[in-house]
């Protein structure tokens, strides 16, 4: 079974009992300058996340981007300053995962020693979802990452938000709890 497929199959009061009360350590609010190709911007969440995923995909390559992927540089660029200043300059991105029955691949590993899971959104996210937090919960727990960050990408607001958990433990202790604890 996938990770998002166990973090969807939990019942939201569930995921709101276990993950809500795991507060970030620390926030950081990004803004983003307007995209020189905003029409190339899709409006739909879901196609954005995919075209952002993709361009993820291309973090350590040299070729020039296409417009398309160049529409979301801001974003990607704002992301990057964060994770750079949080932690480490090393990133590997779709870090494979397997942990007992679940696996997944995790959108960024930072330095070996941390991980990020990144959230393509259409609407606010100041304080994270619990769902997210315990999609992050799992990869820690997998990939035994001493810290995690949440990353949405706000794409109406021009903002990234980067919700940080330094404390690694609480968030392993959550996957334990999710996985096998009661509903």
């Known amino acids: 079974m996938t990770v998002s497929e166990l973090v969807r199959g939990q019942p939201a009061e569930k995921l709101a ?44 390559d040299e070729k020039p981007f296409t417009k398309g992927e160049a529409a979301y540089y801001g974003w990607m660029k704002a992301m990057r300053t964060a994770l750079r200043r949080g932690r480490s300059p090393r990133f590997h991105v779709e870090v494979p995962m397997t942990w007992g029955d679940y696996h997944g691949r995790c959108d ?24 997210d937090v315990g999609q992050l919960a799992i990869y820690c727990a997998g990939l035994k990452a001493e810290y995690g960050a949440l990353v949405y990408v706000q794409l109406r607001e021009q903002k990234v938000v980067v919700h940080w958990f330094f404390k690694g433990a609480v968030l392993v202790k959550g996957a334990g709890e999710m996985i096998h604890g009661r509903n």
């Open 17 to 60: 009992r276990i993950f809500g009360p795991i507060a970030p350590s620390h926030t950081e609010c990004i803004s983003v300058g307007r995209s020189r190709w905003p029409y190339l911007v899709s409006r739909d969440p879901w196609a954005a996340g995919v075209a952002y995923h993709n361009l993820l995909l291309r973090w350590g």
């Open 108 to 131: 960024i590993a930072i330095g070996g020693k941390g991980l990020a899971e990144v959230k393509v959104s259409d609407c606010p996210a100041e304080k994270p979802r619990a769902k």
